[in-house]
């Protein structure tokens, strides 16, 4: 399943700050319908990811009946990316 959206960048600030973007409903709900096939544990869905040039392997984290994307620093830095800009994400879900 290819999923591709603009989401915001957002900071979690825990013991050590971690940076997310949250899928948008609409994807969210595609994404929902298959997750059973793909997670393998408390609902984490396995997916492939490219961010511009960069292309890496995540899995997406529910949260509140939606997903949040993780940027890893690797990721997010190179393209200039920090808290409360737009990121355009296609995703591939593996099933």
Sequence with gaps: MHVEFTGRVVEWRGPSPFYFAAVPEEQAADIREVAAMATYGWG????EVRIGEN?????????????????????????GLSTGDDVTVRMTVRL
């Design 44 to 47: 984490a869905v396995p997916v």
């Design 55 to 79: 292309a890496f392997t995540t899995s997406l984290f529910p949260r509140d009946g939606g997903y949040l994307l993780p940027l890893k620093n690797a990721v997010r830095r190179p393209q």
